[in-house]
RNA sequence: GUGCCCGUAGCUCAAUGGAUAGAGCAACUGCCUUCUAAGCAGUAGGUUACACGUUCGAAUCGUGUCGGGCAUACCA
């Protein structure tokens, strides 16, 4: 047990039922560790909690502790812990047994959690929007994970309804060779070489979707007829038209061709199982049937089916439309109940945007009432907006109609090219190109982590890709000095023996005292769902990390003891940083 | 209208109800013959939108006001 969980469990002793807090406090010169037990007895005792707080001095100190140096009690009630220095090597001891275990706990151990992340809109090329549900999504997984949960991973291909058949429309009306051709999709099926392919149109399979997808939905929204013939096309593919079917399946594949390249790059394609609408919306709309037959939905005059969901005080949805053809709500009935069946989890994520909050609340709500487990069992992780600025300097909402979509391709080409510019370290160019492109990635992804998870984020492409300050270069830069070092002093960290170690250093102090609090660290991040808190923690130590590497020349020490204890210091802060951007799914670099 | 989220330094963001609200950027001043200056040290910048309340203690909790965003049945 370490000096926090002794102390714990010798308040708990002696003061049973007593809700108290006891944490490192922010300011180091009240010691290592602070609790405000004796405030909230004072609330019960109706006494002074300064001599309250004597009392609970007195209680300890019979215990003679022997990590404490010395407890103090000061206004208006803290008792505050001081720690003998020794206490803290026993930290960087552990890390270093540990390694890539070092942070990790048992709080879910035996749970089976689901979590859906990075549901593609994918008629879209895959932009910033997309790129924060991943790492956000992912971040939490591998943070359930490390917290001893058996993670699932699943996303939802959503390859059926209105928006699909919008692409479709934009690919026949805008994709001809020669724009006298008739949009039809009976023509397109007897002479489809005069249509384009990606390639021969010479643009990437997301960009050619996006353009098209994007072109279709503006002559949807401004045409009656395209209108029809969209929803035309949603019908006759419900019926399985062999035509319908057959473009159908050609738009999606340079979809998902789009979708893989994208998320690859980023390294975000981390699935055990990809679901297709496709595959399953009938079996939903049998879940709606058999609701309806069952009294909990109603058909509406004109035939659509509508929800009851009165008892858990929501607003009503419609379950499958007037034409008979289904909602993303429809697919999803089945798609819920499927993943409990192949799963079996104890607990359901859905990473998804807040503007899906009352649709996923819907949702849940008709799970349960059809028997697909309790409403709390799911949870909606919802993250914040990311905004960009428009002309005249307001925070605006991305939109691919303005223009300020950034696509994650362009996004990574134009850091990776800043980033290349300033690779001084001695690398060839295929070293270079790695570099940059890690760190490119890197940048983006910690640009969208590092924000609080529901806060909305203003997005400005300079910051995002900065190489100083609270940025990924400057987290990495500062783990390629250690490795830098490590490498530079010719000594095998594996070898050295540290039965002994030795520190003298303030900062180095604090250093080690900052990675004790990396378990906490991660344990904050799962109760919030928050990884920001890894990116605080990783941000912070890199802070101190700097201020040692200026104020102390390691690979001038003489002191051998000192200089191995250090090198060990500096292997522990590496293995934190790993840890943690593992926990971020962000790669780190060995030079840059 | 109703529901949900948000409002912190010029800008972008931190801060399990806790002690003097912190960083980064931008601005200004210093530090490379010294382990990677993508770095470090320093100056300046605040009525935490506003009001009232709960509490020993409030940016944080409650109520109200103002401001912004999202959702609000046949998009997702």
Redesign the pocket.
């Known amino acids: 047990m370490n000096p926090k969980e002794i102390l714990n469990s010798k308040l708990k002793e002696v003061y049973p039922d007593i809700e ?8 180091k ?3 290592d560790l ?3 037990i004796a ?2 007895l ?2 019960s005792l109706k006494r002074n ?1 300064l001599d309250i707080a004597n009392e609970v001095k007195d209680k300890l100190e019979q215990f003679k502790l022997e990590f404490s140096n010395s407890i103090s009690v ?7 812990f001081k720690f003998k220095d020794e206490i803290y090597f026993n930290v960087v001891k552990d890390i270093l047994t540990l390694k890539d275990k070092y942070g990790s706990n048992n709080i879910l151990k035996g749970k089976t959690v689901l979590i859906e992340h990075t ?1 593609p ?1 994918p008629n879209k090329e895959f932009h910033l929007g997309h790129l924060k549900n991943n790492v956000t999504g992912l971040s939490i997984s591998y943070i359930l994970e490390a917290c001893g949960a058996k993670v699932f991973r699943d996303c ?1 291909d ?1 390859n ?4 699909i058949a919008r692409l479709m429309y934009g690919y026949l009306a805008h994709a001809k060779k020669d724009n006298s051709l008739p949009t039809s999709l009976e023509y397109w099926f007897e002479h489809k070489d005069q249509w384009l392919t990606p390639t021969e149109a010479n643009k990437s399979p997301g960009k050619f979707v996006d353009e098209l997808y994007t072109k279709g939905s503006i002559d949807f929204k401004e045409s009656k007829e395209v209108e029809e013939f969209v ?1 035309k096309l ?1 019908v006759d593919w419900e019926n399985e038209d062999i035509k319908n079917l057959e473009l159908w399946k050609l738009t999606q594949e340079w979809v998902w061709e789009g979708y893989r390249q994208s998320l690859g790059r980023v390294k975000g394609w981390k699935f055990d199982k990809i679901w297709h ?1 496709s595959d399953i919306y009938k079996k939903g709309k049998e879940h709606v049937q058999r609701g309806l037959e069952l009294g909990i939905f109603k058909k ?8 009851n969901l009165k008892e858990f005080k929501l ?4 379950l ?4 008979g ?6 697919q999803d009935l089945e798609l819920t109940s499927l993943k409990r069946k192949e799963f079996n989890p104890d607990e359901m994520y859905w990473v998804i ?7 996923m609340k819907q949702m849940f709500a008709v799970c349960s009432q059809l028997g697909f487990g309790e409403y709390s069992d799911y949870h909606h992780i ?1 993250y ?4 960009v ?1 428009d002309k005249e300097g307001n ?3 991305m939109s691919s109609r303005s223009g300020n979509q950034h696509s994650v391709n362009d996004l990574i080409d134009k850091a990776s090219e800043k ?2 510019g ?4 001695d690398l060839t160019d295929k070293e270079r190109e790695e ?2 492109e890690k ?1 490119a990635v890197a940048s983006i992804k910690y ?1 969208l982590l ?11 492409l ?2 995002s890709i ?6 990924a ?2 987290i ?3 783990n ?2 250690i ?3 490590i ?3 010719n000594i095998d960290v594996n070898l050295i023996d540290n039965t002994n170690l030795k520190y003298v250093n303030d900062i180095e102090l604090e250093l080690i005292k900052y990675l004790s609090q990396f378990p906490d660290t991660l344990i ?1 991040s799962y ?2 769902y ?1 990884p ?2 890894i990116t ?1 923690f990783i ?2 130590l ?2 101190s ?13 003489e002191d051998k003891l000192l200089k191995d204890s250090r090198i060990l210091l500096l292997k522990a802060i590496n293995i934190v940083f790993e840890n943690s951007f593992k926990l971020l799914g962000i790669e780190s ?4």
């Open positions: 108290f807090s006891l944490e490192v406090p922010k300011d010169s009240h010691g602070s609790t405000n405030l909230i004072s609330k909690p000061v206004n208006p009630g803290f008792i505050n549901s809109n939802i959503n059926r309804g209105i928006a929803r949603v609408e509406l005059d004109d035939g659509a089916i509508l929800t607003a009503d949805t419609i499958i439309k007037n034409d053809t289904s909602l993303y709500i429809t945007g807040p503007e899906q909050s009352l649709a919802p914040g907006f990311i905004l600025r925070p605006t909402k980033i290349r300033y690779i001084t370290t570099v940059s760190l640009s590092k924000v609080n998870r529901i806060q909305d984020q203003i997005f400005d300079n910051t900065a190489l100083e300050g609270d940025s270069v400057y990495l830069y500062s390629t000095r490795l830098s070092l490498q530079k002093s904050n109760t919030t928050s920001n808190d605080n941000f912070n890199s802070q990390f700097n201020k040692y590497y200026n104020e102390v020349n390691i690979l001038k020490e670099v060995g030079r840059m």
